[in-house]
């Protein structure tokens, strides 16, 4: 993924959860969209380098969006409205082993009558129905997962039980935006629940995948497999 009208600043302050001052490098200081809505911990150092794009709709209120930070070095991808575009280029382009030689691939799947999952991807007349989520959160070299409690999240696995259960292929995908991640695993110490879940859909037949992106202010590409940790 090609990133476009993009320019370095550094971060100031978050606030009301979708706001965030940064200063540009001619030292004018604007409010910028936060695309997302976790906690982004670990994520957010003042003073610390960031990377803004700029969005031609006349009709924004903040022109401006969050599109990557800098952390000891590492660029992290916290831009979750680009997170689904990315994953489905990396299946597009076969870099998903696990997903590869597919028919037909859907997006936002109405799965229940209060819940979509990511995609829809069929392949050979079966279907198999694939939920991602955007990992920022790195400790000790662990990506992890999530980084606040997230009700939406296990409930997300519990469609993906039930679908399994249909006989469908089932699985979560976690695409590590950071490149200090080497492995993955649940994030027990912050949402036990949401770990434990993980770890009985696990048993039950759905997949637990991770990819590592390259992340820079010039490209976003998913690039290897991460290993999968669900007991630690």
Same mark, same amino acid.
């Given at each position: 993924?090609?990133?476009? *009208?993009? +320019? ?10 979708? &706001? /965030?001052?940064?200063?540009? !490098?001619? $030292? ?43 952390? *000891?070095? +590492? ?10 575009? &990315? /994953?489905?280029?990396?299946? !597009?382009? $076969? ?63 519990? !469609? ?73």
């Amino acid at each position: 993924m090609i990133l476009k *009208n993009c +320019q370095p600043a550094l971060f100031i302050k978050r606030y009301k959860r979708f &706001l /965030v001052d940064v200063k540009l !490098e001619d $030292g004018t200081i604007i409010t910028v969209h936060c695309p997302n809505t976790g906690s982004m911990r670990g994520c957010l150092e003042p003073g610390g380098a960031v990377y803004i794009s700029r969005s031609d709709n006349p009709k924004r209120k903040y022109p401006h969006t969050l599109e990557m930070t800098q952390v *000891n070095g +590492q660029w992290i991808g916290i831009n979750t409205m680009r997170t689904n575009h &990315l /994953v489905r280029e990396a299946i !597009e382009e $076969g870099v998903i082993n696990e997903l590869s030689h597919f028919d037909k691939i859907k997006a936002e799947v109405k799965v229940s009558d209060h819940s979509r999952l990511d995609f829809l991807i069929i392949k050979n007349n079966s279907k198999i129905f694939v939920e991602v989520k955007n990992c920022t959160l790195v400790e000790n070299e662990l990506a992890i997962f999530p980084d606040a409690v997230t009700a939406r999240g296990t409930k997300h696995l519990h !469609e993906l039980m039930a679908l399994g259960r249909q006989g469908h292929r089932v699985m979560v995908f976690f695409c590590v935006q950071h490149g200090g991640g080497n492995a993955f695993a649940p994030a027990k110490h912050i949402d036990p629940l949401y770990a434990e879940t993980l770890a009985e859909a696990a048993t039950h037949g759905v997949e637990v995948v991770a990819y590592k992106a390259h992340v820079s202010p010039e490209e976003i590409s998913i690039t290897q497999a991460l290993p999968v940790h669900l007991k630690n």
